[in-house]
Each structure stands twice: as structure tokens, then as C-alpha cells.
């Protein structure tokens, strides 16, 4: 069952192309972005609340930066626990998305009862549609990862995305922000994306080799710009809650502000940085971690690498991609850096201690 893999989580993060390319296909048709009925209309919106835990806010998060760009769409995405009982007020014409892997995260569900009455639109985005959460909104859409078996989330996560980018194509042109063109564009490099992913899952031996050196760490910090720094949030916590460093992730621009009072030789500084428009800022802080003896694993692309050049610790280097869908291209690497070091340090990466698959008591 764990198809010739010696864990669920090895065999999720591989399987990752092939239910991507499914979810693609059952998305995108010949006549375009297909949605269930009733389908969804973004010319009646004018703002999106998203509302999930844990990785599948992560996902929103990175979804966040998606909508405002493509489709310039005000957003606010909460952790569930927080959104509940703050009581935020719902304005007309909002839109309420929740994201959930089970469909059952006690807080999430909470949440999506009281959005009821208050949002114009309930959608979910959930792997089990047979779950609470999905039946409990107007539109659940399904992610279509399979079972995903392993505690820490890896293909549901990348699935997640995969499906909230298409949602902010799809707002793009229905607002207007988005040309034909621009979204076909798009939608060609995410059909290009399971492809590219195979490319980046042959860095796992070169991961490995770095896995058994970070292993040693005490605290691991990860980095990341724009929709690059929810990523590092979520690297961190696949890092934390399998292999139990300690692991913080933080924008780039905010490690001036704190966190570079704990970079010392001792404490490895991940970043995830395709060379994008703000590349040359990252390469910035990264000469700051470096000046402080610090160790940088660079996880970019080959201009990236190259303009990052000296000093480094050690690079990763991934497939080009275009910036906007980096995000679930680097998923890869932070998961396969997550379980490889959990290994070297013979945890139980399947069933990490304290954590249980589905949350479903607050
Ligand atoms: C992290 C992880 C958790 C879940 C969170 C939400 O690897 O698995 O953070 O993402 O508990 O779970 P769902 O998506 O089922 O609502």
C-alpha cells in the first residue's frame, strides 16, 4: 500500500505529479476553468474571507497573493481557531472559502457556521467530500488528492493550491483584470508544472546528503518573500512537526526586525528564493545571515543560483518556473527536506508524536 515506499509520506510527496496532472484535467476542459454547479460568478463579489489550520492555511496564504494580483481582490485569510471567535464582521458581497484536507478540523467547521447567513457564498475546498465541511457549503470543491495517509500534509497541500489558483483565473477574467491571453498563459504553465516536478524530485538524493547536516540543527529558520513566505511557513512546520527541530519561517524583509539576533554558525537559514522581481533583496538578506556566520541553504533556479553565487552554504537548484506558481514547485523541496532529516533523525515520519491526522476537537 505504501507503493514500494518506506513511508506514506514518501509515497505522497512522490505521487505528487500524477494527482496534480488528475486535478488539472478534472478542472481545466476544453471550454476552460469547469466548476460544479451552481458555479461561482466573481462579478457578485468583492472580497474573500479565507478561513483554515495548519497547512491548509498555508494554502490560503499563498492563494492570498494569487487573488490580489491576478484578480485584484481583497483577501483576508485567518487560522480558524482565531477567526471563530473573533466575531469579524461578514460585509455584503463577500465570499467565505474554507480549505481543509478532512473536511472535519473541529475549528474550520466552527468557522464555516458562522460565516452562515452572514457571506453571500460558502465555498470549500476539501479532499473528503463525504465530510462536514464540504456538505455544510453552497460549493465544495474537491481537490481530488486521494487518501492522503501520512500526519504531515504534502500532496493535499500542493492539490489545494493547484485548485485556488485556478479559482483566481477563473476571478481574474471574470472581472476583467485578466486577458484571455494572460490566463491562457497561465494555465499553460500550470498544465507545464507536473512535469517540472518530476525534474524536482531528482534533487531528493542531493536533499538527503543536506538532511543528515541538518539534523544536527537545534533551530532551523526559513525565509521567503511574497507568496514564498507563506512556503516558508509551511517548511518549517513539516520541518517541526516531523523531525521535531524547532523551525520558524518569516517574510525576508522581517529577519532585521528580530530574528537575526538568533543567526549564528549553529543555526541553518533556509531560503526559498526563485529568482523573481525581489530576488536581489533576498540576495541581501542572505549576505546578512552570512556576515553573522551564518550557514544559507538557497533553494532557487539556475539564475538564481548563478546571481547568488558566493558564499552560500549549499543550493539547491529547481526547474525554472514563473514566479506567480512557484509555490507549489517549492512545496517539493521543503517536504523532501522535512523527511529526510526526520530520518536522519529516526523519527516516526508517518506518525509523529502528539499529532493526530484529523483535528476534530478544538
Ligand atoms: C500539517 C498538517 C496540519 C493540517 C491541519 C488542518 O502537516 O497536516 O497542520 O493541515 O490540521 O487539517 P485539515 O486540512 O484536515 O483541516
Redesign the pocket.
Known amino acids: 500500500e505504501k507503493g514500494g515506499h518506506r513511508h506514506f509520506m514518501a509515497k505522497e510527496i512522490a505521487e505528487q505529479p500524477v494527482v496534480l496532472a488528475d486535478a488539472i484535467a478534472h478542472y481545466l476542459q476544453d471550454s476552460g476553468i469547469t466548476l460544479p454547479e451552481p458555479g461561482l460568478d466573481f462579478t457578485q463579489i468583492d472580497r474573500i474571507t479565507m478561513v483554515?489550520?495548519?497547512?491548509?492555511?498555508y494554502a490560503c496564504h499563498v492563494a492570498k497573493y494569487w487573488f490580489e494580483q491576478i484578480a485584484r481582490l481583497p483577501v483576508e485569510a485567518d487560522i480558524a481557531s482565531e477567526f471563530r471567535y473573533r466575531e469579524p464582521p461578514i460585509p455584503a458581497r463577500s465570499m467565505a472559502l474554507f480549505?481543509?484536507?478532512?473536511?472535519?478540523?473541529a475549528d474550520?467547521l466552527a468557522a464555516l457556521r458562522y460565516t452562515e447567513g452572514k457571506a453571500d457564498r460558502i465555498v470549500s475546498v476539501v479532499?473528503v467530500l463525504e465530510s462536514s465541511?464540504a456538505r455544510g457549503s453552497d460549493l465544495p470543491l474537491p481537490i481530488l488528492a486521494g487518501a492522503e495517509i501520512g500526519?504531515?500534509?504534502t500532496k493535499?497541500f500542493t492539490c489545494q493550491l493547484t485548485v485556488l489558483f485556478l479559482l483566481a483565473i477563473k476571478a481574474g477574467l471574470d472581472r476583467g483584470t485578466l486577458t484571455e491571453a494572460e490566463a491562457e498563459a497561465h494555465l499553460a504553465t500550470l498544465r507545464n508544472l507536473p512535469g517540472l516536478m518530476n525534474h524536482a524530485l531528482q534533487t531528493a538524493p542531493e536533499i538527503e546528503r543536506v538532511a543528515k547536516e541538518l539534523a544536527e540543527a537545534r533551530d532551523i529558520l526559513f525565509l521567503g518573500r511574497g507568496a514564498m513566505y507563506p512556503l516558508a511557513m509551511e517548511g518549517a512546520?513539516?520541518l517541526k512537526?516531523i523531525s521535531y527541530i524547532h523551525a520558524e519561517g518569516y517574510a525576508s524583509g522581517e529577519l532585521k526586525h528580530g530574528p537575526i539576533a538568533l543567526v549564528d554558525k549553529t543555526v541553518p537559514v533556509v531560503v526559498l528564493a526563485p529568482s523573481d522581481a525581489l530576488f536581489d533583496k533576498t540576495v541581501s538578506n542572505m549576505q546578512e545571515v552570512m556576515a553573522r556566520g551564518g550557514k544559507v541553504l538557497l533553494v532557487t533556479d539556475a539564475e538564481g543560483a548563478h546571481a547568488a553565487r558566493e558564499g552560500t552554504w549549499r543550493t539547491l537548484v529547481m526547474p525554472g518556473v514563473p514566479p506567480i506558481l512557484a509555490p507549489i514547485l517549492y512545496a517539493l523541496p521543503a517536504q523532501l527536506l522535512a523527511y529526510h532529516t526526520a530520518i536522519a533523525k529516526g523519527t516516526d515520519v508517518d506518525q509523529p508524536r502528539n499529532l493526530a491526522?484529523?483535528?476534530t476537537v478544538e
Open positions: 483554515a489550520c495548519g497547512t491548509a492555511f480549505v481543509s484536507q478532512s473536511g472535519e478540523t474550520t479532499n465541511i500526519v504531515a500534509s493535499a512546520l513539516k512537526e491526522k484529523s483535528v
